[in-house]
Structure formats: C-alpha cells, structure tokens
C-alpha cells in the first residue's frame, strides 16, 4: 500500500486540478452546460432520424456546448498578444460560426464559417462591454470613449481580416473553375504566388518555357478536334475538299462546339472561353490548314496567346477497280496533321 501511494504521490496535483475542472462546485456552473451538450448529443443518437425532436435536440445541444465554452473562456479571460481580444472569444467564435453555417454539412469548416469568424470574435469580444454586472443583476451601459475605440479599431481589423479570407477563397474558387489561368504569369502579383517559377528579368520575355506551361484545356481541344478534320478531309475528293477548305472556320467551329459538348466535365467553365478557328494557306503541293485554339480569359498579357496545330493537305492519286477491272483514277485528299501543338503568345493572324 505504502508504494502506491509513493508512486501515486506525484500524481496528486494533477487529480485535483481534474476535479476542480470536471466536478462543478455550484448548479449554475459553466460545467453543467457542458455535460448538458454532452447528455443532448447522446440523446440525439436515440431519436428518430431527421425527425423535429432529433433536430430540437441537437440544437439544446449546440446552445449548451457554446454557452459553457463561452463562460469557461471568459472567466478568467486570456488575451491575445497586441490586442484586447480574449481567446476564448476566438473559441466561441468558431463554434458558432460552424453552428450557423454549417449544421447539416458533412464539411465541418466551411469558406463562409471561416470568412465570418474572424468578424463574429471581435462582436463577440464587444458585447460584454455593453453591459456591467455579473450574474442576474445586469445593467446596460454605453461603453467609455476609449473603450469605444478599441473596440471600432478590433472590429475594424477583424472585418478586413474577413474580407482578405474571403478573397482568398475568392480566388481558390476562379482557379479551380478556371483551371487554364494557372498557367498564367503571376510575378507582379501580389495576391497569387507561384512556386518554382522563374520570373523573366525583361517583361518582353515569355516566362513560359515551352508548350508544357501552357493550359492544358487548350491542348484537349486541339487533340479531339484534330481526328474529326482529318476524317472529314482524308480520302475525299479532292474537289470536295477545296469546297469544305472555303468554309474550314465555320466548319472547324461547328465541329468544335460537339468536342466541348462531350467534355464539359474536363472544360468546366472555360468552354465559353475557348475560341476554335482555322486558317487556311497556300502551299506549292497543296494547302496548309492551321487549327487554332484561343484562350479569351483573362490573362496578364493584353495580346492574350492562343495554341496551334498545323495539318498539311495534298492532292493523290487513287486507283479503283470496277467490276469491268477497268482502272479508274481519282484525285482525293491526303491530310498529316503535327502530333503536338505549339503554342504561341500573342494574337493570332488574321483571316483572309
């Protein structure tokens, strides 16, 4: 007995500080609210799920859980360096912002819960300046003018820190709808940074260093697109594909609104904001058909950059047999394409 009670003996200062903490000294204590959230969530497990009771439960539940923290963490207020905001504010502030904003939400944390909670812990800092007293004898009162200041700069500051959050998620949101602005230039920004990225010592050069940096939206379009042409041009008449070359933009056009019809999952937003055209050349055996993929989103350069792949047609004999084995000989179409596409800044050409 003698050596459990040596080995138990450094032990005793952390028992007793449970038992202040765990067992209430008085009813009206901030550890009856919490063993009161503690008893409604058990209570909610029994109730009919989705029922009014289960929901009236969970809120009891929520009431209690914020109302004890709030009065455990202001009793003896910790605050936080440089400001007169206590921590416990911050705390109270968090569970009430997950209380509002996201209930019924697998997500704990929610964009909106964490926007709104800087500013719900300076009210919530302020409120109790408002009033004086303690218990059920409470007054109202108009705080002192430079506890009214404090408390303007505190919400002020905490505001702004909301807003900052805010645009954040702001802009997490565009460059998850909007994938291809990633590849854009972010050095002279100061609200988006880019890891492991050179920056150009001149702003006339490119800080893409090949086709790879460029969005890869844009390269998909290109790649779906290419074996529709060429299975609109190959082996056809030659004639034929002089007439279809006349019309390559709208047809191209046409044909690439089907491609962004079949992949909106991988375009998301940015379908709106892919251009497809052709341009039609010249060449001395044939034609060369240029198809183009334009970004008209936003972008750090004003000429905007867009990608390209090159396709060469020409003219080839076919020989038939008919049934009579007499030979026949047409003209068609041969069209090779390039495997990759080169991107390129700037505008592109102009049709003509």
């Given amino acids: 007995m ?60 929520w009431f209690f859980l914020i109302a004890g923290t709030a009065w455990y963490t202001t009793d003896k207020p910790i605050l936080i360096a440089g400001t007169n905001m206590p921590v416990g504010a911050v705390i109270t502030a968090g569970l009430v912002s997950i209380f509002f904003f996201s209930p019924d939400d697998e997500q704990i944390l929610r964009p ?13 800092t302020a409120i109790p300046e408002f009033f004086e007293g303690s218990g059920t004898d409470v007054k109202r009162q108009i705080p002192k003018v430079d506890v009214r200041q404090e408390l303007t700069v505190l919400i002020a500051v905490c505001m702004m820190l ?44 490119s800080f893409r260093k090949s086709s790879e940096d460029y969005p890869e939206n844009g390269k998909l379009l290109l790649e779906r697109l290419t074996p529709k042409v060429e299975l609109a041009i190959s082996a056809q008449p030659w ?9 390559a933009d709208e047809r191209v056009r046409n044909i690439s609104q089907e491609v962004k019809g ?14 497809t055209e052709a341009r039609v050349s010249n060449t ?27 396709c060469k047609i020409e003219p080839v004999a076919s020989s038939t047999d008919n049934q009579s084995r007499s030979s026949k000989t047409d003209i068609v179409a041969e069209i090779e394409c390039q495997p990759r596409s080169m991107a390129i800044d700037g505008s592109p050409p102009e049709r003509k």
């Fill in 2 to 61: 003698n050596y459990l009670n040596a080995f138990l003996k450094p032990f005793e200062g952390i028992f007793e500080y449970l038992q202040k903490l765990l067992i209430p000294q008085k009813a009206y204590s901030w550890q009856i609210l919490i063993y009161l959230s503690i008893f409604s969530l058990v209570m909610s497990f029994f109730a009919t799920e989705g029922s009014f009771v289960e929901s009236l439960i969970a809120y009891c539940g």
């Fill in 112 to 124: 909106i819960s964490i926007v709104l909670w800087p500013t719900i812990a300076a009210i919530i």
């Fill in 162 to 205: 909301s807003c900052w959050i805010n645009l954040y998620f702001l802009v997490d949101k565009w460059l998850q709808e909007y994938p291809s602005i990633r590849s854009d230039n972010f050095c002279n920004s100061i609200l988006v940074a880019r890891l492991n990225t050179e920056c150009p010592e001149s702003p006339q050069t």
């Fill in 239 to 247: 004639s034929q594909v002089e007439k279809w070359l006349l019309k």
């Fill in 262 to 275: 079949r992949n909106q999952e991988q375009l998301k937003e940015e379908k709106q904001l892919w251009n």
């Fill in 284 to 310: 001395k055996t044939g034609y060369r058909l240029d198809l183009l993929s334009i970004w008209k989103g936003p972008t750090s350069d004003p000429k905007g950059f867009y990608l390209k792949k090159s």
